[in-house]
């Protein structure tokens, strides 16, 4: 029916009417076509008389990397889909009246189908299969492109119901022994598995604990027993956990308070017994365990102020200088380029001892090298738009600080986050990599290497090197490892070699800090979440803007093994810069204030809800750049005090006191 | 205190103008503020000079995005603007006029920066800027405003800057600052139709990919009546006439050592141009008829940018950028006596800006 595709404009008639476009057809209307598969539009353009009028038409695509148009109107199909292309008949060039459409304008679907499935194939199946058990069948598609096909529905067919029987799933019960044939079929392809059910051997079904007692946040791990008759393991058993509770006295209408994983790793957020519960085919085992409040909350206590409350100030460092003083720095944002230098010697008597200006209107970030000699500070919002770093002797800021290098080279688009390991700068270049700069030499900074993703639309946000490996934070991409020295792969600043990498779905990933459990051994990544999905407060005086956002626990044994095990997240407020020591966790949650959150031990579940919560605290100034309107950025402890960088009041020290209002409301 | 001696000042220069000064109808513009992230709308009328509102711009509040280029569509009804930084990419948003309600962005390339939309299609033509890391060609994108899509990308040379179109939308001109290049795009078919150089006889690709650095050229006017385009050499004080139907350079007016004239704009009889001077800090008139500059001011702060004349070539709106904690300020110049009569202070780095409207 659709072979022209017709628009149709009522123009005032006039006498020229008949020499103005009024129609413009393209043919084909739409079009179907294979991926690589070629086509050609025509376009004519006709006056209200039916009298064809010679002008140019305008081909494009709306989405060019699928499905692509040239000037002549050929057409090329690149990727499945449905898609748009559009004909436009601009308006006539000699009227020069303010317009903002074009005159015609036809829009041509374009269908491109997706690849047949070219296979379909079970995954992850045991070695065994035993009746009266339970196995859920993994499969998975792949279409003639080599593309894996989320969207393929699979259908499981079983040759003998007796044997093997499907639910709507894809989880196969196994009813007698004997054999069966379990066929996959996606579109026109299939695959099959002849499997073979054997008695249940199980003759002792039993459930241990890793421990007898727990607190709320620490893992037990359980294990089942599954052996025959001869007291032998039976192989790739399927076993099911479920957990119930009953909460401790006083705890009402509390909702989930526990979980155990696939594996049976389990987690209790609030006190009372918990009730583990193995299944595996007709046999089951319990245990409860009784499991207790953590009692880790702590209170806090203001010991000293900076404040800073004409401007935002940005990232902090606390350092011991050669001087043998405590310095911190601090940084300014969307102001006029000051780095503050404040000594901290006396958290109690936090004074300002020196100020750097620089070309910039935020200094976004600060950094001091191992040995507390040498500051870098970034730049952003130069007035030649030749952003950059400056180098710093911070060797006795009460003496002053002294600007010994500037570097700007191809570092022009702004360098948001710093870092400074073994005599090198790592600084980020607009986002997109980080160059590596020599400053053994910090009067004269060279760049040795430089490292970037190759991932379409790749993008960084902040950097941390610690033993020879650099940890960067980059959205979408997740956390990157990359050895620059100490990865054994051949990596140096020079020749940075990449180890591994872990993404989530969010893709909010803004900052990373690499830590190895003190109580376990175990190597995770902490990665920071950045986001501000909610809707803007445009009131003068409001509030900084509400984030979102959590902290990632990622498990990384091997570089290409990580695993997300855990998370910290403050529901109604979101994550920015952490840091962690001696098993405590620090972060400066924005809006959320600072956290203080307790990470000894094997981690699973949401910490915030287990009780792990140390402390928190909210800097409140009723003089700050916004009047009490916290909005913690950083967080460092030093020696035995937490320093804190406010966006809106600058610098504090607080420490952590025995805490005088623990009952809140029911057992923690 | 620094602060406060310039607010004074930009006070005395608007306390100095005397209401006869004033026009009697309104003229709008918007301006840019890209270390502020925000907008500011401005109205020079019988009341002064005012900022009437400013919008807040961006996506993400903790990191300054840049708010670079500003247009307004041909219709007047939406306004549209270039944000230099992303998750690396810059976007191009797009506000309506009414309420300066964000409706809908897009991202496209490495710090978007000038753009341009052709009245013939609504399409819109914003340079990829990209002065990071290694210097190397970049890109033209084209945006249907309408869907807020990015339907094509067009290669072009080193760092992309200025650019204008012709009257009926039908031709870009840009400028490629590290090429010493201007370009002549078909917006019609997305391609590169014309190379010129400024500053020798190369030709074609090897023109957009070279790296010269020489003129650094940072704008194109629109082509006036007669057939001419001013390209600003901001690298060697330069103001470069190129006659569009021979596509050769017909005139070179000479800005003086130190100058680095940045942004252009001219009157719509195409007799008088209007420059900033981005390094000398000054404000150029030009007869180009004679080719003779006919006035240069001083501006009142460091670094001016942008230059906009309104609908009846009777002002000129100039943006200076200010250096760190300074406040960015726009100033109105007056082009029958090329003084100037009004100025305001808006947010930080006070860059892109268009003019509006004129009313009634």
Redesign the interface.
Known sequence: MKYFAIVFLALIATSAAAQEPAELIVEPSELNLEVGEKATLTATVKDADGNIVDRRVVFYSRRRRSAGVNPAGQVEAYRPGEHVLVAMLPKDPEDLDRRADALLTVEIPVTIPNPPAASVEFLELPSAFYAGTVVAVKTRVVDTSGATRRDVPVRLETSDPEVASLDEIGAVSFGSAGRARITAHAESVDSAIDIEVSPNPVANFELSASRKSARTGDVVFFEVSALDAAGNPVPDFPVRFATSARPAAGIVAAGAIGHVDEEGAFVAERPGLHTIIAMGGPHTAVKTIDVRPRNVRKGVEVVGQGPVRDRHTSDLWVWEAPDGRDYAITGSWGADGHAYFWDVTDPANIHLVDTVRVDARTVNDVKVSEDGATAVISREGASNRKNGLVILDVSSPTDGVRVVARYDDQLNGGVHNVFIADQHVYALSNGRRYDVVNIEDPTTPYRVGRFELDTPGHGIHDIWVTDGIAYSSNWHDGVVAVDVGGGNKGGAPNNPVMLGSYAYPSGWNHAAFPYKSQSTGKFYAFAGDEAFPYPKDDRPGAPPERAAGWIHVIEWGEWNEPKEVARYQVPEAGSHNLWIEDDVLYIGYYGGGLRVVDISGELRGDLYRQGREIALFHPNDPESFTPNAPNVWGAQPYKGHIFLADFTSGLWAVKLVDSDWKFMGEPE | MKRTLLLVLAGLIASAIGAAERPQRGYYVYVCA???DTVHKLRFGPSGFEVVKTI?VG??????EGPHGVNV??????WFLSMA?????GTVNKFDTVNDEWLADVTVG??PATMS???????LYVVNFD????MKPSSIS?V????M????RIDVGIMPHGSRIN????RLYSVNMMSDSLIELDT????VARTLSLVDDTEGDALLTRMSAKAKPTWATPPTAEGKVYVAGNGDNIIYEVDVDSWKITNKLDAGDGMGPYNLDVTSTGKLLVATYKSGAHVGFWDLATGQELARVKTTR??PHGVAISDDDRYAFVTL??????PGTVEVYDLATRERVDAADVG??AGGIIFWKGEP
Request: no cysteine; proline share 7%; glycine share 14%.
């Open positions: 890209e270390s502020d807040a996506a993400f509040p903790a990191d300054i569509s041909p219709d007047g009804k939406y930084h992303g998750t690396p990419f490495m710090f939309i052709s009245p013939a299609t609504g399409l002065l990071h890391g290694d084209v249907e405003t309408a869907t899509i990015e339907v094509e009257a009926n939308g039908t019609f078919t997305f391609e460091r670094i950028e200010g250096v760190g904690g300074e930080k780095q």
